[in-house]
């Protein structure tokens, strides 16, 4: 069974966060891994172009109950019906959590990653948690570019 | 039908947000809300006994598929039997959510009611979300103390 | 916690599946059940209207992620945005599951209950589900009227 | 985006029915389908070994969280969390649904799917659905074997 891996972020995303996006599903497909998406468009979309163009497989797991809302470079739709608690099922699916850029669909991918606790959680820009007292909440990691978040999976040590 | 609210947390939690979430459901209660949470511990079972001594009712929305976990002061139990996808189906069932301190569990509820967009999020306390530039993303309502949350919902205006 | 059952059947029905539904529904207001139904209309609708009228507590448990389509005798709504996947959170909320009239998401309703093997399922009416030798499939109890349905459920014995 | 098929049934399975669940997989693999079935043994493993064997793609949506109880021909392995509810996402997912053999989990899966009526249903064998005056419950269309029940999906005409 081939490695899993989620890239996450918004649907709507800036030219950085879909280059980042393009950048991090071409190398995970040169890995080998099978990438897991929300389906639509933006840092999703972008995503699976990125695995597409190097030959790699593609799951789109959409809210919604039909496909007619799926992105072109999916290999694999799950249009699951469940609106956003298809999140969790993204989430679940995940080896590891890739997250480019910020919204609120965006960050409750990441907040039930790490409650799940199950995958390591890396971010590419994005949001930031922080506690009641204004320090960033431990556990993701922070990564520098595409090739950076890879290596900070830990997947291919 | 009656107004719903949901009072998320987490199931650890500190005794001033038991006591903020005790205080939260009885007032919630005292107005005739129902009482949507997670049927768990800390944050949920403060909310839950605080209505119910107010002779509320209290809807436990679980994550298993029985009823084992259930709190003692629910008075409808939904074992989903969804995991942590059950937070969304709390979200759904919101008039307004008053989310009271902090966890991964807690944010992945209060980020999954802004994406909904249907109903406001007011906190008391817990954690914080910035944007890439540090600052803190809008649309989340921070409240003072339980009868100013009630007020910041805007249910009663 | 009070006991809760679930009534299933059509959102389209016969006059005697009406008239089936509202008095289980008032029967088990009666005995002090918690009414879990999916919340539409036909026996939902029926059920839920009986259980009124004998001061029950009602949840409608909604596919629509909105309560816009949720019946006037609900006391609580759960709006899923499940889809049809909210049919196995009735199941699992339900001590017992009581069947009035048939269709493809009621014998949905039927099967999860029977998988789960958690609750008694009794049928007033209805589809029948035969092996591939044309025998009754063994497992569920054929009830001749409300009262008989509540009586086989074996929750008041 | 490849034509995705379901194949549904019981984890426990006659010879019969392993014999059909494989060689419909082998079939489907053959005409480029993507095969959706639900991860486990019996049927499902069956159609899985059947896909693989033919070079096929395999998606595995499990009611668990995790990969644990994944079958070892899966491509893609979608670890739902969502227990029984995720027959649901299996019924969405699929341009057509396969039935082969019966159990209660089978029978909700091919109620689902008539429910959605997005989907042809065809069943190999399994359990037959009757309605109050013991008619067959019209929908449904019985093929003879797997060569026949591809050809009754419509998806190749």
């Known amino acids: 069974m081939a490695v899993q891996v989620a890239v996450c972020g918004p649907a709507e995303c800036t030219e950085r966060d879909w280059d980042r996006a393009h950048e991090t599903g071409r190398l995970l497909a040169g890995r080998g891994a099978v990438l897991i ?7 999703m979309a972008a995503a699976a172009a990125g695995a597409r163009s190097a030959g790699g497989t593609v799951v789109g797991v959409l809210p919604a109950a039909d496909r007619s809302a799926a992105g072109p470079d999916l290999t694999v739709v799950l249009p699951t019906g469940l609106g956003q608690a298809r999140n969790n099922v993204i989430v ?10 910020g919204s609120w669909g965006t960050l409750s991918e990441l907040a039930l990653a790490m409650r799940a606790g199950r995958a390591p959680v890396v971010q ?22 595409p090739a950076d978040a890879l290596r900070a999976t830990g997947l291919w040590d």
């Open 124 to 145: 590419l820009g994005g949001w930031l948690v922080h506690d009641e007292d204004g320090r960033p909440v431990a556990g993701i990691v922070h990564a520098t570019d």
């Open 92 to 101: 679940n699916a995940a080896d590891a959590v890739i997250v480019v850029g």
């Open 37 to 43: 998406c929300g389906g639509h468009g933006g840092v």
